[in-house]
């Protein structure tokens, strides 16, 4: 009978742990996924690395890239961090509607980035780069528009979590999620930095 306090004790601490562990499985599951794309990243630019002299007698990006475009996408996406930061702080104060408002706003200006990539893309098909002109453009269009697919699926993603929001309010599931698109958001923003870096900046200097 002496057993039984530490036995309740153990149930007890069982029954805690087992209500936090849904949100942390869906945590490592993420993390796991982000590690696995920065693998894909890593990979993506380690070829555009050693095909950058590769241009098959074409122009290369120092001749077709349009700077100011590229300048204005990296301005809207690093302006959407900092929006998805403030849709969290909103979270944190409970504050639902300025929470979902900063989430729009994260939304729309990752549309406008994506607009412009598109446009970017266009223009150089027009000049005459595209995936088969060399290896140089295969690997900047699959790296590039590599990055672009995910913005998409953050955008949608978070539409997604509006919506649960909207219908289910904030609970620790929607406030999960909301963490979680903001830590995947930060991801691209922070990998769109090594792609002006190495594939704009490098190329123009």
Known sequence: MAQSPAHGS?????????????????????????????????????TFIVLRNNTNGFEGGADLFNMTGVIAETFLLLTSSFTSGLAVLAMHQNKVKPMIIWLVITGLLGAGFLAL??????ELVHEGATLQTSAFWSAFFTLVGTHGVHVTIGIGWMISIIIQIVRRGLNDDTKGK????????????????????????????
Not at 117 to 122: A, G, K, M, P, R
Request: no cysteine; glycine share 2%.
């Open 10 to 46: 153990d149930h007890h601490d069982h029954h805690a742990a087992g209500h936090h562990d849904p949100q942390d499985i869906k945590l490592l599951g993420f993390w796991i996924f982000l590690v696995t794309d920065v693998i894909l990243f890593s990979t993506l630019f380690a």
């Open 117 to 122: 990539e598109l446009t970017e893309f266009v």
């Open 178 to 205: 909301v963490t979680v698109f903001s830590l995947y958001w930060h991801f691209l923003d922070a990998v769109w930095i090594f792609l002006l870096s190495i594939v704009y900046l490098m190329e123009v200097m």
